[in-house]
């Protein structure tokens, strides 16, 4: 069984705070790696996509990627109250299958 | 915005109810995906359309049943459900051919489905 984990949370973080959200993958083959924003009761929104080893920055956003570790994280510099969200590790294990983790709940308090 | 439109936005149906939940993108994307999920928990995988073919059922129950009458239109629809079948439908697309092996999902806003 191809597996997603994350730590359900929440996390809760101060404002200006940095966030780290971790996700481990069981699929050594794994090649793709996304994370996905969901505000309460509204769809997922892509935020990063990363596919080598090492870090991507976007913005407030780092992605780290470990396929050695077979660990993704993301990074959130500065939070702020509207990065309340469930974040989703999502992994495409091949074809047109994307595994997504259960989520991890943060709170960035004002 | 989101490029993938889907109706209706919210739906209350009974158990011996017919309904269909409609999804159209025109981003030109090849392969468009069902997922159910329920609260608190991740997306699922029901149904994966490549080329206007299904390519994926995830052994979804035969009282959902999809359609890909074209390119940028997918269909799910509705009969017999049961109260645990309320949770939010999403539908997603993504590019396909060469290069796009590791496009992600481009989501709808879904449609809230509660089943009476």
């Known amino acids: 069984q191809k597996e997603v984990e994350q730590n359900s949370g929440p996390l809760s973080v101060p404002e200006g705070a940095i966030a780290s959200l971790n996700c481990t993958y069981s699929d050594r083959g794994s090649q793709s790696f996304f994370w996905y924003r969901q505000y309460s009761g509204k769809s997922p929104e892509l935020i990063m996509s990363?596919?080598?080893?090492g870090d991507k920055e976007d913005g407030r956003f780092t992605a780290q990627l470990n396929k050695a570790s077979q660990y993704v994280s993301l990074l959130i510099r500065d939070s702020q109250p509207s990065d309340s969200a469930t974040y989703l590790c999502?992994?495409?294990?091949?074809?047109?299958?994307?595994?997504f983790g259960a989520g991890t709940r943060l709170f960035v308090k004002a | 915005d989101t490029e993938v439109t889907q109706t209706p936005k919210h739906l209350v149906m009974g158990m011996t109810n017919k309904k269909s939940l409609k999804c159209e993108q025109h981003?030109?994307?090849?392969?468009m995906y069902w997922y159910k999920q329920k609260a608190k928990k991740p997306p699922e995988l029901m149904f994966v359309?490549?080329?206007?073919?299904?390519?994926i059922n995830e052994s979804v129950p035969s009282r959902f049943s999809p359609e890909c009458p074209n390119s940028s239109l997918l269909n799910l629809h509705l009969h017999a459900l049961q109260p645990e079948d309320s949770a939010l439908y999403l539908c997603a697309s993504s590019p396909t051919g060469p290069g796009t092996d590791n496009s992600p999902l481009h989501f709808g806003n879904g449609t809230r489905l509660t089943v009476t």
């Open positions: 999502a992994v495409k294990t091949g074809g047109f299958k994307t595994i």
């Open positions: 990363i596919y080598s080893n």
């Open positions: 359309y490549s080329y206007e073919k299904l390519s």
């Open positions: 981003m030109g994307h090849r392969a």
